[in-house]
């Protein structure tokens, strides 16, 4: 089959046969399912968002009646609702991304086509430095991308970068509540079975302190469409020793409730 251009192999005059498919990117903006031309956008979504990792948090809030529902995806796994949340009498987004890298980009696409443009995420990862406690706070700049899904987004690159207003948003009002964190390179994987010692110390020394599943793709999806975000982690499981080291991170619960107040009056700096 002939490309756009007439030439196999080819979109636009940019060359598409590569070894390793991953590396494909084609440039074009305009893709066969197209977001915005699916989904019509929310008349009152509002245009900051959190997003957010802890379903028990999530469910803690909705069971206080302190969320509003004002939309849902909807995927093979069901609804994934979108609810909105007072601060300051502001009104903020909320959803959970599901978990890996695929899913996150895919939701993040609806919520940007929903109407919401200012997003602050929300959630754990495990820490390469066993000296950095549990719960506390770290603040990505970029991610490496280690997952498959940002590589659709954005040309092949070693990392991505979060929005900077959006990091400096963050660091504004953690120092404003004397909240102590780390800013750091985040490592984005798919597959957290395979994370092995060489792994680990590779990513260690390229100035990771946390890895997770979801940074790359969610940062790729907001440069690729024009929207601000930036993410908040605290540190969780331990990988920086010579045995993995659960913490019973999941299990902190002050942490993971204290972290959607901090990611919403951040977001709204934006």
């Not at 089959?1 to 060359?15: D, N």
């Not at 690729?224 to 331990?238: A, C, E, M, P």
Request: charged share 25%.
């Amino acid at each position: 089959m002939l490309s756009a251009s007439g030439v196999p192999g080819t979109t636009k005059g940019v060359t598409m046969n590569h070894d390793y498919p991953i590396l494909e990117f084609d440039p074009d903006t305009a893709a066969m399912i197209e977001p915005q031309k699916l989904i019509e956008p929310v008349e009152d979504m509002p245009e900051h968002c959190v997003i957010c990792f802890f379903q028990d948090v999530i469910e803690h809030f909705r069971e206080k009646g302190l969320l509003r529902e004002v939309a849902a995806a909807r995927s093979e796994m069901g609804r994934h609702p979108v609810y909105e949340f007072k601060h300051d009498g502001r009104s903020v987004a909320l959803f959970h991304p599901g978990v890996g890298a695929p899913l996150a980009a895919a939701l993040l696409e609806e919520i940007i086509a929903f109407g919401c443009k200012r997003f602050v995420v929300c959630g754990g990862a495990g820490v390469l430095d066993s000296d950095i406690a549990v719960g506390h706070l770290l603040v990505p700049v970029s991610a490496v991308r280690d997952e498959g899904t940002s590589y659709h987004y954005l040309p092949p690159d070693r990392e991505v970068s979060a929005t900077p207003e959006a990091v400096e948003a963050i660091e504004t009002i953690l120092n404003k509540r004397n909240v102590a964190y780390l800013l750091t390179k985040t490592w984005t994987t798919d597959a957290f079975y395979r994370e092995t010692p060489k792994k680990v110390a590779q990513r260690k020394a390229e100035g990771c302190l946390s890895v997770e599943m979801e940074a790359a793709a969610l940062f790729a999806v907001a440069q690729f469409r024009g929207v601000q975000i930036g993410q908040i982690l605290y540190g969780g499981d331990d990988l920086g020793g010579d045995y993995w080291d659960n913490r019973d991170w999941e299990n902190r619960w002050e942490v993971r409730e204290q972290l959607i107040w901090l990611a919403a009056e951040a977001c709204l700096l934006l």
